[in-house]
């Protein structure tokens, strides 16, 4: 059974940083594009980051410049390094993995939550 587990979540001041890291199996991290989520109370779950199997990536214009995803492809892993966090970053942080074709599974992780605030 494919997980995501995530971790790195936190309390954290304005102009601080947090990496946030995603887990998943072998067996679909080598061919799915891997994302981050965020869903702020109240509001729908938007797109942070992306990156495909091939490492191209992707960002939410509300944080290009700040943060940087990556993928590490010995480990299974997905990361979200988040520098300069603003009280607005404060959200629920779900780690994605899309499929390379639309008949395949969609797989989230957990959520981990991030609160920037002073």
């Known amino acids: 059974q494919v997980q995501l587990v995530e971790s790195g979540g936190g309390l954290v001041q304005p102009g601080g940083s947090l990496r946030l890291s995603c887990a998943t199996s072998?067996?679909?991290?080598?061919?799915?594009?891997m994302g981050w989520y965020r869903q702020a109370p109240g509001k729908q779950r938007e797109l942070v980051a992306t990156v495909t199997s091939g490492g191209s990536t992707k960002y939410a214009d509300s944080v290009k410049g700040r943060f940087t995803i990556s993928r590490d492809n010995t480990k299974n892993a997905v990361y979200l390094q988040m520098n300069s966090l603003k009280p607005e970053d404060t959200a629920d942080y779900y780690c994605n993995a899309a499929p390379p074709l639309a008949t395949m599974r969609v797989y989230w992780g957990q959520g981990t939550q991030v609160t920037v605030s002073s």
């Open positions: 072998r067996s679909i991290f080598s061919i799915y594009a």
